[in-house]
């Protein structure tokens, strides 16, 4: 360790007498830490041995031990320590621990009350969603069923009316053909009696002599008779 | 002193407090920095967390970032009736990673680079497993030390190496810590202080003294994993012995 400590080593390499005059040994530590100096001879130097070890505990110089391996520290280190550690272990179990551990139980919390909720709505949203499309099927069946109805109402009703304008028609149709048989059959009937009297005119200015009217219509009633 | 890279470990005495039977009881650097690791640790999770927000700032981040860290750690190490000790362990992790952190400002004393700091906190570990376990479980505790299907001819073999490997743990929990801070503080402070001689040397000097200093550049970024490191590992070294006072049946 001391081959670390060659500076310092020159200046302690005396034995140094105890302490009131840390100042001498080691002027370049003394501010800081004036009282350590005190029993630092370098216990490489076997003539320093004893004095060093009856001078006492604060052997913390440069040429004392390796701090890290200096019993004479432990004490103080290990109750400070425990007074440090102590109230560190205290105000992390009452206070710091459950601090931090509630604001992240209180997140999670509320994460999960979110998704409760987030999920609570969805049902909702997908009940509504389920009857509204019920809703719609029956509406559109509903309207398929006015549909087909007034359908079914117009074709009865056109059928109707086409029935009643056809009896009509035929009706009038009849009447017509009844007409027209009563009108040839009279028109028939003045055609002998024109034929006579054309005829009878024929021969009347042919012959320049009227013939007997029996005649005429035998003759005539001989032709339409043919 | 400029160059001595063993100064920064002394513990300076600043004033005495007692005298117990000729053992003297000062506050030292080393107390200051224990209770500035302490105020500092406090300060952080009281008032990172001030907001209580629910969309927590940078600092309350932070803050619960470590907290679940440690959470999980020892939920995933000792399950979930460890959780009884998240205040000790979280306790046990903020005081080394602050401790180890407040090393690495210049100038500033390194609580963690003293064994005997260490050595009492891992023995504050292994004297809880052993209360808890033997308040808990009695005799079953020394289940620990004798491993389930084990033929008989070698069980004494084996629970002597338990009982060694179990003895050794405080040892081992402690020096990994103190020798990594130590290592690390004088390892910077010898390539520091390279720099400084180098420097020293006029022109030719200076060009050779910016090798050491990006060594200290690295060096830096990988102690200050290291301090992180370290307190990590203390603490769930310390979830996995408390998992054996919690269940040492196997």
Redesign the interface.
Known sequence: MSFFVTEALAQESAPAPAAPAPDTTAPQTAPIEPPLDAGAPADAHGAAEATHSEVGHEAAGHGGPFPPFDPSTFASQLVWLAISFALLYLLMKRVLAPRVGSIIEERAGRIADDIGRAERLREQSDAAIASYEKALAEARSQSQRIAAEATEAAKAEVAAERARIEAQLGAQLAAAEVRIGEIKSRALAEVGSIAEETAAEIVATLSGSAPQRDEVAGAVSAALGK | ?A?????Q?????LFTVAD?GG??????N??LF??L??GA??AF??FS?AG?A?V?SRW?SA??LS??MVANMLRDGAGKEGMRF???V??LF??VLFANLFGMVPYFFT?T?????TF??AI?VIGTVVIYGVMHHGTHFLGLFVPKGVPLAVLPLVSAIEVISFLSRPISLSVRL?ANM?AGHITLKVFAGFVGSLGALGALGIGGAILPLAMVVGLTALEFLVAFLQAYVFAILTCMYLNDALHPGH
């Open positions: 002193m160059n001595d890279p063993i100064h470990f002394q513990i300076q005495k117990v053992v003297e009881i000062a506050f030292t080393s107390a224990m209770f690791t302490v640790v406090a999770l009281y967390t209580r629910l927590p309350q803050a619960e907290y679940e998240f205040p000790f979280f306790s903020m005081f609580v680079s003293h064994i005997i700091v009492a906190l504050l103190f130590l």
